[in-house]
């Protein structure tokens, strides 16, 4: 079954709001992290992001074998080049987010674990265990730049979805937000 300009799939709805509430969370808990140097929600952070992975990858490819929503309504050329933009940003973001912690941790020698379950090794140093060795600093120094900047975007895009969505519900009421919700509209 495939979108219609009238209703969205349960899959389409489904996908969209746990990669939304999830990456919401994921970035809250983020900021958190490194503002209050909560070290003991990493594990869950780390987790939860790889798991997020999966659902974000199954919807980005579920969105291009289904094609992007026609708007509804008449939006100026402006304002659908800004949503066409922002759209990209959150697909690509909730890819790159979560690859670039997988990479950020398993090269600075962190390892990655899925709730206990190992999928990359930690490397310990040997002469004190508390202390990691980089597998390689300058690919996890990438990857927590892409990671922190990454982030940030991925806020401000978040922002403006929320943002043109409430413009359509309250402003517009073109039935974009109902539609989100798998209503269908008459």
Do not use: C
Not at 77 to 93: E, N, Q, R
Not at 127 to 147: K, W, Y
Not at 151 to 179: E, F, P, S
Request: glycine residues 10%; hydrophobic residues 50%.
């Amino acid at each position: 079954m495939q979108d219609t300009l009238s209703k969205f799939t349960k899959k389409t709805v489904a996908l969209h709001w746990i990669v939304a509430i999830v990456f919401i969370a994921l970035l809250i808990i983020g900021i958190y992290m490194v503002e209050n140097e909560a070290y003991e929600l990493y594990g869950i952070h780390k987790s939860v992001g790889v798991i997020i992975l999966l659902f974000a990858i199954y919807r980005v490819i579920w969105r291009m074998s289904n094609g992007f929503p026609k708007p509804l309504g008449s939006p100026s050329p402006s304002m659908h080049k800004l949503a066409k933009f922002v759209h990209y940003l959150l697909i690509i973001g909730t890819i790159l987010m979560p690859i670039s912690g997988i990479i950020m941790s398993a090269m600075g020698g962190y390892g990655v674990a899925v709730f206990g379950l190992e999928l990359v090794a930690a490397n310990p140093d040997p002469s004190n265990p508390m202390e990691m060795i980089a597998i390689n600093e300058s690919i996890a120094f990438i990857a927590h730049t892409v990671h922190g900047l990454g982030g940030n975007i991925l806020m401000l895009a978040v922002i403006l979805h929320i943002a043109g969505a409430l413009k359509h519900h309250i402003i517009d009421k073109d039935g974009t937000l109902k539609r989100m919700l798998g209503n269908e509209l008459k």
